[in-house]
DNA sequence: TTATATGTTCTTGT
DNA sequence: TACAAGAACATATA
């Protein structure tokens, strides 16, 4: 699940749950998903500690924990955070267990174990930075967005993805904003028009605000978008035809061959 | 049993 | 050398 918006939907549920409580223990079932620090620091670290305030920037989501220390949460790609009471069941798969000062757990549960965990002593905007991170999708100016992904070379699908171009983006929301700008997602950059450029810039904000708008539920989603209909042989939701799917970059990529040709026209 | 999967990173090839 | 494409990664599910 955890693309930009997913992970939008994280940040707030955070704030509206373990923001501003404090961390009386720390219970690490999984070690593999602590980036650079071991499990006994980690802990040490982290207890007494206080959630001040959240960022978010592409798919990482950033936890203030004061001291100039934040915690740097990664969901790869089966991640998710629960908050429940403590004495209640631990959900499957919890990887992390905070244990709060007002007796509830904040989880970070992977299946995959793809994501990582990592507390940083500089700011976000540095980390971001230090990791060659684009800007985030969600406010990236058309300016920015032209110049990153319009030099870029190779597939338009494989641009939107990369997070050194452009952050928060990944493999559904790509099809998504590449159906609404009628654009086959094979097509190479190099043949596109600025008007194009344009386009998946307009669509890509409008797609992912919609996105975190509807919890990043796809099942909420407006008929008109192309992920609730993200199997193979479904009918595209504009022209009534048939959906394909087909390995693009590595990923497989859902689109209408009739609304999205791989020619200019 | 085997193929597949929303993530990033490493390796390979141009 | 720089960048793009594909493989590898861990592991549950269909």
């Known amino acids: 699940m955890p693309e930009l918006p997913d992970v939008e939907v994280y940040r707030r549920y955070f704030n509206r749950t373990a923001l501003h409580k404090s961390i009386k223990d720390i219970e690490v079932k999984s070690s593999d998903l602590l980036e650079r620090i071991s499990k006994k620091n980690f802990i040490s670290s982290l207890k007494k500690s206080r959630f001040i305030r959240t960022k978010r920037h592409g798919k990482y989501l950033f936890v203030d924990l004061g001291k ?3 915690l740097s949460l990664h969901f790869g790609m089966t991640g998710e955070l629960k908050y ?12 992390v267990l905070f244990f709060l000062d007002n007796g509830y757990i904040l989880s970070y549960i992977s299946r995959r174990k793809l994501g990582k965990i990592e507390l940083i002593d500089v700011k976000p905007s540095d980390f971001v930075r230090d990791k060659g991170l684009g800007p985030d999708a969600l406010s990236v100016s058309y300016k920015k967005f032209g110049k990153r992904i319009g030099r870029s070379k190779g597939k338009i699908k494989s641009a939107l993805m990369n997070q050194k171009l452009l952050s928060g983006i990944g493999n559904i929301y790509s099809d998504e904003i590449l159906f ?3 654009l086959n997602p094979a097509r190479d ?4 028009e600025k008007r194009d450029l344009k386009r998946i810039h307009r669509n ?3 797609v992912l605000k ?3 708008e509807k919890k990043a539920d796809p099942e909420k989603l407006p008929s008109s978008y192309l992920i609730p209909h993200r199997e193979k042989g479904a009918h595209c939701p504009f022209c009534g035809g048939k959906i394909s799917k087909k390995k693009i970059s590595g990923r497989p990529s859902y689109f209408c061959p009739k609304c999205q040709k791989n020619r200019r026209t």
């Open 210 to 212: 919609k996105a975190i």
């Open 180 to 182: 609404k700008s009628r």
């Open 84 to 95: 429940f009471k403590e004495g209640n069941e631990t959900p499957k798969y919890s990887k």
């Open 68 to 70: 100039n220390r934040w």
């Open 204 to 206: 890509s904000t409008k």
């Open 189 to 192: 950059v190099s043949g596109l």
